[in-house]
């Protein structure tokens, strides 16, 4: 299972980086969520693989999963959000201002929308 | 306790004084008085215990892990700064609100200037040494908008910047001085390095520590080479130059020398350091004094002088000089500063400071012309006057000191140069100003200023004369104990009276008198000499030099760091990060695998990893059609969702189920605005090289999570596992970390949340982007209504999913969900009708104004802290009973549930925020097409 999971960190890191490196706003966005799921991911797994223990309390459970990990993540999910949301009004403001969405706000070379 | 409030009631006051400007401009005149006269109050109940023999210390804890304490000390040299800045203080005050003119902000001048103040008294006050280095910072701050405080004026910028820049460098240098000082004393407290001298002076890191606090001190003193800023600063509104450049900023560097004395000097690296910088300045400033056309200039580098003179005192390192360095830092302090003022109402009453021109004023204003010669005459250390005592027991220091070395005429000779230029100097301040011929066109008529405008001025004169006149009997028990307070002992014996017998001090004082009356007589072949010196050794040109090259320095360094490219730059973190986490990994030498058992894969698992891989890469393929990649995005985040599912964090699952609707939405909304397709812009090869960089990004993380996913470890999990139930009250462990054991990190959480929300409002106000005509295929952009049965669904669909909202976060505390994924159902429930309706519809049904609900979140989270804290716990602490109801059996009550329900507010204020007036731009877009029918605004 652990294999499972490097794998999918590793390839949605990768996808994201890509991503990330392009030209254009909108795939730049798409890529640091990829990159936040990674993230999260990443994270969430510090406090190693846990089958079926949820952290909730009860009578006789054979144990738990790391509750701590799960409370950095899920906050760090709604922040991922209002990163992301941030990010694309910069991009739309960018686009307003300057007519193009290039990501150093190059003038558009060759006429595409 | 009352010294801190000494230190603090004019930091206060700098803002109570800033705002009550707005009622009239005496109001902050009348504000600041006060402020002083509070500070004085405060500082009266400690007066008399350095006449006592006494050290008051007063500590306050503040991080005391660190072995920080607030500390206060009062010492006799402690009480006489505090005195002199108070006093005088209060004196620059009264005079200021003549001199200032109607356009002036009395309020910004008065702000600044008891920030100033409070900072002063900070560095006399303190008693640890990093608190006195605050202080010390916060004096160049302050003196910076003080001396900047005409910002329209290019002078005063330049002469604030130039301030802020040798100080603030000093200052710098004298962090580190302090920290070896520190180190090498073992406390930061006065006391103890007070007492420690010997060891320190024998220490091997004396002299680097001693090199870099003598820099502190040298550059806030305007000793040579660091003097130039002082001249500059004269372009900061007289007062200002009255109050820094007589009894505070600059003595600062002095009150330092003085303050380190028992355990800093009686070295020969002390002697040489101190000495020659003292007397450089001493005999450079007075040059240049003599020979400035500028009445503040003449004051400025007389200032300098007279600073070097004090320096060279302390340098001489023996406690009778150090007596009279204090002696004539009092002394100092009130013939300067009565002569900066005189200096202010010439200039105020003629309109220009030029002494070619200022001419026979003696006629105008005679009044101010007696003032103006007193404390001239004490700073030519005239007989009578305060300045001739502690200028005699100069001369008397620099002979004995003198006495029985090789070159024994080089000190006392020097002194007397030094001491004729100050004669002349002295005397042209007087003799070119008020005689000397008649005015030569002035912009104004002169005349005497305002009554009050000279009372400072009297009180000040009037203490040069009393002091020097009646020494014994004014100005000796302060002294006594300002001495004691430097030696950190009893003083030896001296004696303040005028009149010793013939001695050397008192013959070389009047050779300095005779010298410097026929130094000015013989002036003009003097002038003619320095006109065609001057500009050759310009410090001003030096400084201006290494300051351009250093800004091309950080320009260069940033030009070739930083492209503007966001391309390159990302590219070089992410090359870094690479090179970092490789460094890492190689340096180590531990496996790659752990020790740790893996679990076995299943059927389901491997099925949604694959298809979880399969879908990121077909995103990344897909990138360039926007629309479609954003839609395979939006699985990728489900597909994340069940990944919280099956290793156990319910909680995780669904917020990122819910964060995934709200981002898609989102980004559909935004993808109206942006072109549909990227072009094909990056070549093939940077292609490849862009997949290979990303190919080992991917790798490196992998590496990382396998490393980490191997390896056994310890968590302090069980902490919260086992603190959960008894503790905070509550079986969701993870909610309960969320709202109790960690909820100040969500109190800043959802604070960020309430300011992206914010930050994104105010970037969409007056934003406007022209919606596309044609959708990405060309067809014309379609105008239908919202579908019928969707907008029905979703109404009748509403209260359902408020209701579940609520259970969601009713729950939260014991079963899986919570403020954070209420919050998130609620945003989606009401996001649908803006969908499925349209914005005007759902808009006129609900309100628009977001912000109330981030607020009252806050608010909510925040008082819930403040209550604990209230009730005597620490912040945020949680406390819950259980409660048992009719038919719904045994409910629990937790203090979190409220934190949790601030949490719910801000994250459904903040996520309809975004999205809905995202929204509303769309209806801004494009003009409502005629043919369009009405929405149905029934159902």
């Known amino acids: 299972m652990e294999v499972l999971i490097t794998l999918i960190i590793g390839v949605l890191t990768a996808c994201g980086v890509y991503l990330a490196l392009r030209a254009r706003t909108f795939p730049v966005v798409l890529g640091l969520t990829l990159l936040s799921y990674a993230v999260n991911l990443f994270l969430f797994v510090t406090g190693r693989l846990t089958v079926g223990l949820p952290a909730v309390i009860a009578e006789n459970s054979a144990g738990y999963a790391d509750p701590l990990p799960q409370a950095l993540v899920l906050t760090a999910i709604v922040i991922s959000f209002a990163m992301t949301a941030f990010i694309i009004m910069l991009a739309l403001k960018a686009r307003a201002e300057l007519g193009n969405d290039h990501v150093d706000g190059r003038p558009d070379p060759g006429a595409h929308s | 306790?009352?010294?801190?409030?000494?230190?603090?009631?004019?930091?206060?006051?700098?803002?109570?004084?800033?705002?009550?400007?707005?009622?009239?401009?005496?109001?902050?005149?009348?504000?600041?008085?006060?402020?002083?006269?509070?500070?004085?109050?405060?500082?009266?109940?400690?007066?008399?215990?350095?006449?006592?023999?006494?050290?008051?210390?007063?500590?306050?804890?503040?991080?005391?892990?660190?072995?920080?304490?607030?500390?206060?000390?009062?010492?006799?040299?402690?009480?006489?700064?505090?005195?002199?800045?108070?006093?005088?203080?209060?004196?620059?005050?009264?005079?200021?609100?003549?001199?200032?003119?109607?356009?002036?902000?009395?309020?910004?001048?008065?702000?600044?200037?008891?920030?100033?103040?409070?900072?002063?008294?900070?560095?006399?006050?303190?008693?640890?040494?990093?608190?006195?280095?605050?202080?010390?910072?916060?004096?160049?701050?302050?003196?910076?908008?003080?001396?900047?405080?005409?910002?329209?004026?290019?002078?005063?910028?330049?002469?604030?910047?130039?301030?802020?820049?040798?100080?603030?460098?000093?200052?710098?240098?004298?962090?580190?001085?302090?920290?070896?000082?520190?180190?090498?004393?073992?406390?930061?407290?006065?006391?103890?390095?007070?007492?420690?001298?010997?060891?320190?002076?024998?220490?091997?890191?004396?002299?680097?520590?001693?090199?870099?606090?003598?820099?502190?001190?040298?550059?806030?003193?305007?000793?040579?080479?660091?003097?130039?800023?002082?001249?500059?600063?004269?372009?900061?509104?007289?007062?200002?130059?009255?109050?820094?450049?007589?009894?505070?900023?600059?003595?600062?560097?002095?009150?330092?020398?003085?303050?380190?004395?028992?355990?800093?000097?009686?070295?020969?690296?002390?002697?040489?350091?101190?000495?020659?910088?003292?007397?450089?300045?001493?005999?450079?400033?007075?040059?240049?004094?003599?020979?400035?056309?500028?009445?503040?200039?003449?004051?400025?580098?007389?200032?300098?002088?007279?600073?070097?003179?004090?320096?060279?005192?302390?340098?001489?390192?023996?406690?009778?000089?150090?007596?009279?360095?204090?002696?004539?830092?009092?002394?100092?302090?009130?013939?300067?500063?009565?002569?900066?003022?005189?200096?202010?109402?010439?200039?105020?009453?003629?309109?220009?400071?030029?002494?070619?021109?200022?001419?026979?004023?003696?006629?105008?204003?005679?009044?101010?012309?007696?003032?103006?010669?007193?404390?001239?005459?004490?700073?030519?250390?005239?007989?009578?006057?305060?300045?001739?005592?502690?200028?005699?027991?100069?001369?008397?220091?620099?002979?004995?000191?003198?006495?029985?070395?090789?070159?024994?005429?080089?000190?006392?000779?020097?002194?007397?140069?030094?001491?004729?230029?100050?004669?002349?100097?002295?005397?042209?301040?007087?003799?070119?100003?008020?005689?000397?011929?008649?005015?030569?066109?002035?912009?104004?008529?002169?005349?005497?200023?305002?009554?009050?405008?000279?009372?400072?001025?009297?009180?000040?004169?009037?203490?040069?004369?009393?002091?020097?006149?009646?020494?014994?009997?004014?100005?000796?028990?302060?002294?006594?104990?300002?001495?004691?307070?430097?030696?950190?002992?009893?003083?030896?014996?001296?004696?303040?009276?005028?009149?010793?017998?013939?001695?050397?001090?008192?013959?070389?004082?009047?050779?300095?008198?005779?010298?410097?009356?026929?130094?000015?007589?013989?002036?003009?072949?003097?002038?003619?000499?320095?006109?065609?010196?001057?500009?050759?050794?310009?410090?001003?040109?030096?400084?201006?030099?290494?300051?351009?090259?250093?800004?091309?320095?950080?320009?260069?360094?940033?030009?070739?760091?930083?492209?503007?490219?966001?391309?390159?730059?990302?590219?070089?973190?992410?090359?870094?990060?690479?090179l970092l986490g490789t460094i890492g990994f190689l340096g180590g030498g531990a496996p790659l695998t752990g020790t740790r058992a893996t679990l076995p894969v299943d059927a389901v698992s491997l099925l949604i990893s694959m298809a979880l891989i399969l879908v990121a890469i077909w995103t990344l393929m897909l990138h360039r059609r926007r629309f479609t990649a954003l839609i395979v995005m939006g699985a990728l985040g489900l597909l994340v969702s069940l990944i919280f599912v099956k290793f156990s964090a319910p909680d995780l699952a669904l917020t990122q189920l819910s964060v995934e609707v709200v981002t898609i939405v989102l980004l559909l909304l935004a993808l109206y605005f942006l072109p549909q397709y990227s072009p094909a812009e990056s070549s093939p090869a940077r292609r490849i090289r862009d997949l290979v960089v990303a190919g080992l990004a991917g790798t490196g993380a992998s590496l990382l999570t396998w490393s980490i996913l191997t390896r056994p470890y310890d968590s302090i999990a069980d902490f919260f596992l086992a603190n959960s139930m008894p503790g905070g009250g509550g079986g969701n462990v993870v909610n309960v970390i969320l709202v109790d054991f960690r909820g100040f990190d969500t109190l800043g959480e959802i604070s960020v949340l309430a300011l992206a929300g914010l930050g994104i409002y105010a970037m969409l106000r007056d934003l406007y982007l022209p919606g596309p005509v044609c959708d990405s295929r060309g067809h014309p952009w379609n105008w239908d209504v919202h579908p019928p049965i969707m907008a029905a669904l979703t109404r009748l669909l509403l209260p359902l999913a408020l209701l579940v909202s609520v259970f969601i976060f009713l729950r939260g505390h014991n079963l899986p969900g919570g403020g954070f994924i209420a919050g998130l159902i609620t945003a989606v429930a009401l996001i649908m009708q803006y969908l499925a309706n349209g914005a005007e519809w759902t808009h006129n049904r609900m309100t628009s104004n977001l912000h109330p609900l981030i607020g009252a979140g806050l608010l909510i989270g925040t008082a819930t802290g403040l209550v604990s804290m209230l009730l005597g716990y620490p912040f945020l602490t949680s406390a819950f009973t259980h409660v048992h109801w009719p038919l719904i059996g045994d409910f629990e009550l937790a203090s979190a549930i409220a934190f949790d329900l601030g949490v719910y507010l801000v994250v459904v204020g903040a996520t309809l925020l975004i999205l809905v007036h995202l929204g509303l731009m769309h209806n801004a877009s494009h003009p409502a097409p005629a043919d369009a029918p009405a929405l149905p605004n029934h159902s």
């Open chain 2, 1 to 578: 306790m009352n010294l801190l409030f000494v230190v603090l009631i004019p930091f206060v006051g700098a803002g109570l004084a800033a705002w009550v400007s707005r009622f009239g401009r005496l109001q902050s005149a009348w504000m600041a008085g006060g402020v002083a006269v509070a500070a004085l109050l405060a500082l009266s109940p400690s007066i008399a215990a350095p006449f006592l023999g006494e050290t008051v210390i007063q500590r306050i804890p503040w991080l005391p892990g660190f072995g920080l304490d607030l500390m206060f000390r009062l010492d006799g040299l402690g009480l006489l700064f505090a005195l002199m800045i108070l006093g005088m203080g209060l004196l620059i005050i009264l005079y200021a609100r003549y001199y200032l003119a109607e356009r002036d902000c009395m309020g910004r001048f008065y702000g600044y200037l008891l920030l100033f103040m409070g900072s002063m008294l900070g560095i006399v006050l303190s008693e640890n040494l990093i608190l006195l280095l605050m202080f010390w910072e916060l004096t160049s701050l302050s003196s910076f908008l003080l001396i900047s405080y005409w910002q329209h004026r290019e002078d005063a910028r330049t002469g604030a910047r130039m301030a802020l820049t040798v100080t603030g460098l000093g200052g710098v240098a004298m962090l580190g001085g302090f920290v070896l000082l520190g180190e090498i004393a073992g406390s930061y407290e006065l006391s103890v390095i007070l007492a420690s001298g010997d060891l320190i002076r024998a220490d091997p890191l004396y002299t680097p520590m001693l090199v870099l606090i003598l820099l502190g001190a040298l550059t806030k003193s305007a000793q040579f080479p660091f003097h130039f800023w002082l001249p500059h600063a004269m372009a900061a509104p007289t007062p200002v130059s009255a109050y820094l450049h007589s009894a505070t900023l600059v003595k600062a560097g002095v009150f330092l020398l003085a303050r380190l004395f028992p355990v800093l000097s009686g070295t020969v690296e002390w002697s040489i350091l101190v000495m020659s910088a003292g007397l450089a300045t001493l005999l450079l400033g007075a040059y240049f004094a003599l020979f400035k056309h500028d009445l503040k200039g003449l004051l400025a580098y007389s200032t300098i002088s007279h600073l070097g003179l004090i320096t060279l005192l302390f340098g001489i390192g023996t406690p009778l000089a150090a007596v009279a360095g204090i002696f004539h830092i009092i002394n100092h302090a009130t013939f300067k500063a009565s002569l900066f003022m005189a200096a202010g109402i010439i200039d105020h009453e003629c309109g220009t400071r030029d002494m070619r021109r200022i001419n026979g004023l003696w006629r105008y204003m005679p009044y101010t012309g007696t003032l103006a010669m007193v404390a001239a005459a004490a700073m030519a250390g005239v007989p009578l006057f305060n300045g001739f005592l502690s200028k005699e027991m100069f001369f008397a220091e620099a002979v004995d000191f003198s006495a029985g070395s090789p070159w024994r005429l080089f000190l006392p000779v020097a002194v007397l140069i030094a001491g004729m230029l100050a004669v002349a100097y002295s005397l042209r301040f007087i003799h070119d100003v008020f005689f000397n011929g008649d005015p030569i066109d002035l912009p104004k008529t002169p005349h005497e200023p305002p009554r009050w405008m000279k009372v400072p001025v009297e009180i000040l004169v009037a203490v040069c004369l009393l002091v020097g006149i009646l020494p014994a009997f004014t100005v000796a028990p302060l002294l006594y104990v300002a001495a004691v307070g430097v030696l950190q002992t009893t003083p030896p014996h001296y004696d303040l009276a005028i009149w010793h017998g013939i001695n050397a001090a008192l013959i070389m004082s009047l050779i300095a008198l005779i010298g410097g009356i026929l130094v000015y007589a013989g002036r003009q072949p003097l002038f003619r000499f320095a006109e065609r010196l001057e500009g050759r050794i310009d410090a001003k040109a030096m400084y201006e030099q290494v300051l351009q090259g250093v800004l091309e320095l950080a320009g260069a360094v940033t030009r070739t760091l930083d492209t503007g490219s966001l391309q390159r730059m990302i590219l070089v973190f992410v090359l870094t990060a690479l």
